[in-house]
């Protein structure tokens, strides 16, 4: 269980800033403790714990890199074509013989190096006449052959711990014979909506209500992190349920996420509730759509209270519930992913405010993408979100775009919301 301390958040400002809130959760956010050993094929998305160290070389022999002639550079005539005999083959997986003085072995990619070879010339560059290779002249000493520990020597730093272990890293892992990796535990994610006004997907709709889709949405982004996310369900308009909730949810979880309820209205109660149970630092945070984002911590557990539209919600997610869920699972979060590209519309905002605009991306002449704005701008908009393909960021100073600018733009599918 995560368990901090409840002003572990503290600010006494009355607007943060994006870069604020992400550097307080770097700092103040420590990575569950313990961990697991998992085989291989259960690793993949997992959290490295500890560094992994190579047991053993990679290449873990000398070995050629292509299919060739192996040979001892010195045999060669300085300046001219050098005739060798072939005196033995050498296919990958079988030992290899020495060579003589002016002999070359045939040999295969992968294959072990005979003893005192140090280079091999290609075949499609050799000549073979009278069972003698004709190297040319101008080859360096140790062309097309692959040094023991070339890629990484035995005792070396392999991995490091906080890395998610993707496709590449579990394939280094088994080439250094490992059959196992130690990774850290899968923060327990626990996600509420709020809100008489919504109704379950398939259920029907009562008066004035919609179909809530923000769980559903958060649930789906948390698919792609490291996490064991839960859905449950929504809160209703009640102060005192949605305390005794929350404070239930706390005791159970890692952390919490919310959507709607963290504003100032009669009807908002995820913010006292909060406030009742633990500690808030509520954060108007300097962000468009999603000012409305609440943090806190209840019994050593923390609160994230995101906005109810949907677009404001997926934008303070990743700005804040992000962060904070790779830091529990131990992962060094990297920045989200960032792309230039040509703004092709006009766009005016306030100083001081980072604003994320949806667009489209098409080809561009200069080799960057060119950014459409979405037509329209509410942050309830859901389908502007399956309809662009990318948030273009509008740091605080920016307060005018005009066609032609240099943008900055986080594409849905590195995000995991698209292809």
């Known amino acids: 269980m995560a368990q901090l301390t409840d002003d572990c958040f503290a600010f006494g400002g009355a607007l943060m800033s994006v870069d604020e809130a992400e550097a307080l959760i770097a700092a103040r956010i420590p990575p569950l403790p313990g961990e697991a050993s998992v085989p291989l094929r259960d690793a993949l998305g997992r959290i490295l714990a500890r560094d992994v160290v190579a047991p053993v070389a990679l290449p873990p022999f000398f070995n050629s890199a292509v299919d060739g002639y192996a040979f001892r ?16 083959r050498v296919a990958a997986g079988e030992a290899a013989s020495g060579l003589g003085p002016r002999e070359a072995a045939r040999i295969f990619t992968g294959a072990p190096m005979p003893a005192g070879a140090d280079s091999v010339l290609m075949q499609e560059d050799a000549q073979v006449e009278d069972s003698a290779v004709l190297v040319p002249p101008g080859l360096k000493r140790g062309a097309n052959a692959r040094p023991a520990g070339e890629d990484i020597a ?3 730093p392999a991995l490091p711990a906080g890395r998610r272990l993707d496709a590449p890293a579990i394939g280094l892992a088994a080439a250094l014979g490992l059959t196992a990796l130690p990774v850290t535990p899968r923060p327990r994610i626990g996600v509420f909506s709020t809100g008489d006004e919504l109704a379950e997907p398939g259920a029907p709709l009562g008066i ?16 792609g992190l490291p996490v064991e996310a839960r859905d449950l369900g929504i809160l209703p308009d009640r102060a005192a349920a949605t305390a005794a909730a929350l404070q239930d ?22 913010r006292a509730a909060i406030e009742g149970a633990g500690r808030l630092v509520f954060w108007r945070l300097a962000i468009k759509p999603g000012r409305p984002a609440a943090m806190g911590v209840i019994g050593g557990t923390p609160v994230v209270g995101l906005p109810g539209n949907p ?11 992000r962060p904070l869920a790779l830091r529990l699972a131990g992962a060094v979060p990297r920045p989200l992913p960032r792309f230039a590209a040509t703004a092709d519309f006009a766009y005016r905002k306030k100083a001081g405010r980072r604003e994320y605009v949806r667009v489209t991306l098409r080809d561009g002449t200069d080799g960057l993408p060119v950014a459409t704005k979405f037509p329209r701008e509410g942050a ?5 979100l399956t309809q662009s393909d990318a948030f273009a960021e509008l740091p605080e100073p920016v307060t005018e775009i005009t066609p032609g600018d240099r943008l900055r733009v986080l594409p849905f599918a590195a995000l995991g919301m698209g292809w």
């Open 73 to 88: 550079h010195a045999d060669l005539t300085p300046g001219a074509a050098t005739p060798l005999a072939i005196a033995s």
């Open 154 to 156: 035995a005792g070396s």
């Open 208 to 223: 004035a209500q919609t179909y809530d889709s923000n769980r559903f949405t958060l649930l789906a982004l948390l698919a």
């Open 249 to 270: 949810a706390a005791a159970a979880h890692d952390l919490l996420l919310t959507t709607g309820g963290v504003s100032t209205g009669e009807e908002d109660h995820v």
């Open 311 to 321: 677009v404001a919600a997926v934008v303070t997610f990743l700005h804040l519930a």
């Open 380 to 384: 309830g908009l859901l389908s502007s």
